[in-house]
T-cell receptor, first 113, second 117 residues
Framework: KAGVTQTPRYLIKTRGQQVTLSCSPI?????VSWYQQTPGQGLQFLFE???????NKGNFPGRFSGRQFSNSRSEMNVSTLELGDSALYLC????????????FGPGTRLLVL | AQKITQTQPGMFVQEKEAVTLDCTYD???????LFWYKQPSSGEMIFLIY??????QNATEGRYSLNFQKARKSANLVISASQLGDSAMYFC??????????????FGKGTKLTVNP
């Protein structure tokens, strides 16, 4: 099976702009989770989508949002970008039932100038 | 709330030797899962090994084994016969329940492993 794919891999934006990141899960996986990784805060949970519904959200401001499509592909949007949003954004997929391993994609490196 | 502690920011090992990466955790859950992921400089998080809290035997996956000591709340990763390609960041993670009843991974700060030739 193909792994989790994320596009784009690299992105440079300026403050105030918005950005959309895309994640395609492993075939058959219905759950997609998003994580932000920064040197200072480490890996932090953003949100999880399952069957087109957000199941839960981490402690991030409302500028961070996401959605999931019927084919389980997910997008994450960040509006009004701030310098602190510069990070590696990782998405992970799993079948969606409890106690299952999450498999990660290669990540999108976002730089906000 | 779940918490993962990795006390070794960096570790060095000679090629072909074994190395242990430490991980301790804190949770009030009776049922939980512990994971180790490898992150090369490319950024991708690669799943290595999983241990369930009710698993009686330590998990093994090829050269990776997990030394699970439930009473001490530790889940150390042992890499045998280190290879140059093992040089990477290693993250210990715990599966935690969110308020909505779904699950998320809680990660430690990571350990940077360097394998010397």
């Amino acid at each position: 099976k193909a792994g989790v794919t994320q596009t784009p891999r690299y992105l440079i934006k300026t403050r105030g702009q918005q950005v959309t990141l895309s994640c395609s899960p492993i075939s058959g996986h219905r759950s997609v989770s998003w994580y932000q990784q920064t040197p200072g805060q480490g890996l932090q949970f953003l949100f999880e989508y399952f069957s087109e519904t957000q199941r839960n959200k981490g402690n991030f401001p409302g500028r961070f949002s996401g959605r999931q499509f019927s084919n389980s592909r997910s997008e994450m949007n960040v509006s009004t970008l701030e310098l602190g949003d510069s990070a590696l954004y990782l998405c992970a997929s799993s079948p969606g039932q409890v106690h299952e391993t999450q498999y990660f994609g290669p990540g999108t490196r976002l730089l906000v100038l | 709330a779940q918490k993962i502690t990795q006390t070794q920011p960096g570790m060095f090992v000679q090629e072909k030797e074994a190395v242990t990466l430490d991980c301790t955790y804190d949770t009030s859950d009776q049922s939980y899962g512990l994971f180790w992921y490898k992150q090369p400089s490319s950024g991708e998080m690669i799943f290595l090994i999983y241990q369930g809290s009710y698993d009686e035997q330590n998990a093994t996956e090829g050269r990776y084994s997990l030394n699970f000591q439930k009473a001490r709340k530790s889940a150390n990763l042992v890499i045998s016969a280190s290879q140059l390609g093992d040089s990477a960041m290693y993250f210990c993670a715990m599966r935690g329940l969110t308020q909505g009843g779904s699950e998320k991974l809680v990660f430690g700060k990571g350990t940077k492993l360097t394998v010397n030739p």
